[in-house]
């Protein structure tokens, strides 16, 4: 080709591939850090997320170790890689909605302090299909840390935590029982992108930034495979040989006349007041926060639960000036469960902090609870709960 016309192509080449760069930089979002922490929602699927794919003629016959509920075996052999994780949600009214809840397995709900209630939700078993934005995430109580322990090495997620000296002091327990080279997710020590703070998380309210931290189920997770905290606990055992599951239903029936359910933390503090409906139609009592449908933000479902339970124990506190809270974890009570549109009185047991919460009957048989979430309400012994 002569040099003149090579010269020419070259120079058209040069022309075409800048304008198809101007075009691409054109239709391409650039996003910063700051952008990146605002969209963690629509962020695309994980790989699993991507590669778990559930053929709508698979057998949902595999239970759930945490709460009974049925999957396939592709969710199975998914959840068995790992161990679940226990993640601190707040509540606080400027925290709300959630997200995340109506992916959980099972939810504990206590004063945290000062009145104002936290959750520890566990995320395993329905989790595995998507990845699930898990939000506002705060900081670990003492007895919070007390319940996850009874999960033999759940992956414990938090921001920080109470850290005063005295028996309210989280930080020091993790520390003192060796959590943090085995099971802790601290946002502390991983950070950004695992967790952002996401100050459009409620469609521009400005809420202050301890509201703000979001975390991902996969991006949890994807941190404790690179730490080998997969689904062997400290000692190498599978985490399921470690876990003694609760005894669930073969088949849930209504059979009951509990229609409504509702109870306080602490009297005067209705933004904490918590009431439930019966759904007779798919058997799940439905969540009301603060006289208002409790949803979660990630989808708008509301939160439903197969099994409400309320648990009662001592109360103690506040015990420091930021107004900590104790409860009694380890021993013996009473609780209310309800399922099926029924209530059952019960007595819950827990002999030491690694031993697993258990509901008997009057006569000391395991009681069958019916398979589904399982929300526990912690209230002191004194606490009215009406139905």
């Given at each position: 080709?002569p040099?003149?016309?090579?010269?020419?192509?070259?120079?058209?080449?040069?022309?075409?591939?800048?304008?198809?760069?101007?075009?691409?930089?054109?239709?391409?979002?650039?996003?910063?850090?700051?952008?990146?922490?605002?969209?963690?929602?629509?962020?695309?699927?994980?790989?699993?997320?991507?590669?778990?794919?559930?053929?709508?003629?698979?057998?949902?016959?595999?239970?759930?170790?945490?709460?009974?509920?049925l999957?396939?075996?592709?969710?199975?052999?998914?959840?068995?890689q790992?161990?679940?994780?226990?993640?601190?949600?707040?509540?606080s009214?400027?925290?709300?909605?959630?997200?995340?809840?109506?992916?959980?397995?099972?939810?504990?709900?206590?004063?945290?302090?000062?009145?104002?209630?936290?959750?520890?939700?566990?995320?395993?078993?329905?989790?595995?299909v998507?990845?699930v934005?898990?939000?506002?995430?705060?900081?670990?109580?003492?007895?919070?840390?007390?319940?996850?322990?009874?999960?033999?090495?759940?992956?414990?997620?938090?921001?920080?935590?109470?850290?005063?000296?005295?028996?309210?002091?989280?930080?020091?327990?993790?520390?003192?029982?060796?959590?943090?080279?085995?099971?802790?997710?601290?946002?502390?020590?991983?950070?950004?992108?695992?967790?952002?703070?996401?100050?459009?998380?409620l469609?521009?309210?400005?809420?202050?930034?301890?509201?703000?931290?979001?975390?991902?189920?996969?991006?949890?997770?994807?941190?404790a495979?690179?730490?080998?905290?997969t689904?062997?606990?400290?000692?190498?055992?599978?985490?399921?040989?470690?876990?003694?599951?609760?005894?669930?239903?073969?088949?849930?029936?209504?059979?009951?006349?509990v229609?409504?359910?509702?109870?306080?933390?602490?009297?005067?503090?209705?933004?904490?007041?918590?009431?439930?409906?019966?759904?007779?139609?798919?058997?799940?009592?439905?969540?009301?926060?603060?006289?208002?449908?409790?949803?979660?933000?990630?989808?708008?479902?509301?939160?439903?639960?197969?099994?409400?339970?309320?648990?009662?124990?001592?109360?103690?506190?506040?015990?420091?000036?930021?107004?900590?809270?104790?409860?009694?974890?380890?021993?013996?009570?009473?609780?209310?469960?309800?399922?099926?549109?029924?209530?059952?009185?019960?007595?819950w047991?827990?002999?030491?902090?690694?031993?697993?919460?258990?509901?008997?009957?009057?006569?000391?048989?395991?009681?069958?609870?019916?398979?589904?979430?399982?929300?526990?309400s912690?209230?002191?012994?004194?606490?009215?709960?009406?139905?």
């Amino acid at each position: 080709m002569p040099k003149k016309s090579l010269l020419l192509a070259l120079v058209v080449y040069l022309l075409s591939a800048g304008a198809s760069y101007a075009v691409f930089l054109q239709l391409s979002p650039v996003v910063s850090q700051n952008q990146q922490t605002a969209t963690i929602a629509d962020s695309t699927p994980t790989a699993l997320g991507l590669l778990l794919q559930i053929d709508p003629n698979e057998a949902k016959d595999q239970a759930c170790p945490i709460n009974g509920a049925l999957y396939t075996q592709t969710e199975r052999d998914a959840w068995e890689q790992r161990r679940p994780l226990f993640v601190m949600i707040e509540n606080s009214p400027d925290a709300r909605p959630q997200s995340g809840l109506t992916r959980a397995d099972l939810v504990f709900e206590a004063v945290a302090e000062g009145g104002v209630t936290r959750y520890g939700a566990i995320f395993y078993c329905a989790a595995q299909v998507q990845d699930v934005t898990i939000a506002p995430v705060r900081s670990a109580r003492t007895y919070f840390v007390d319940w996850a322990s009874g999960f033999n090495f759940p992956l414990y997620v938090n921001v920080g935590g109470a850290n005063l000296p005295g028996p309210s002091n989280a930080l020091g327990q993790i520390r003192d029982y060796g959590w943090e080279m085995q099971n802790n997710l601290n946002q502390f020590s991983i950070g950004y992108p695992t967790f952002v703070r996401n100050n459009n998380r409620l469609d521009g309210k400005s809420v202050a930034t301890e509201h703000t931290m979001e975390t991902t189920s996969e991006g949890l997770w994807a941190v404790a495979e690179k730490r080998n905290w997969t689904n062997t606990d400290p000692k190498g055992n599978e985490w399921a040989d470690g876990f003694k599951p609760w005894k669930f239903e073969k088949a849930s029936t209504k059979s009951g006349s509990v229609t409504k359910i509702s109870y306080d933390f602490w009297s005067g503090y209705n933004q904490y007041s918590v009431s439930w409906d019966y759904d007779a139609q798919n058997n799940l009592f439905l969540r009301n926060l603060a006289g208002v449908e409790d949803l979660d933000l990630n989808n708008q479902e509301r939160i439903g639960a197969a099994n409400v339970v309320v648990l009662k124990t001592t109360e103690k506190g506040p015990i420091d000036e930021l107004k900590h809270m104790l409860y009694t974890t380890i021993g013996t009570g009473k609780a209310l469960i309800f399922k099926n549109g029924d209530v059952v009185e019960a007595n819950w047991s827990k002999p030491s902090r690694i031993s697993e919460l258990r509901f008997t009957d009057a006569k000391g048989n395991e009681i069958e609870m019916a398979r589904g979430l399982t929300w526990i309400s912690v209230v002191g012994l004194g606490n009215e709960v009406k139905y």
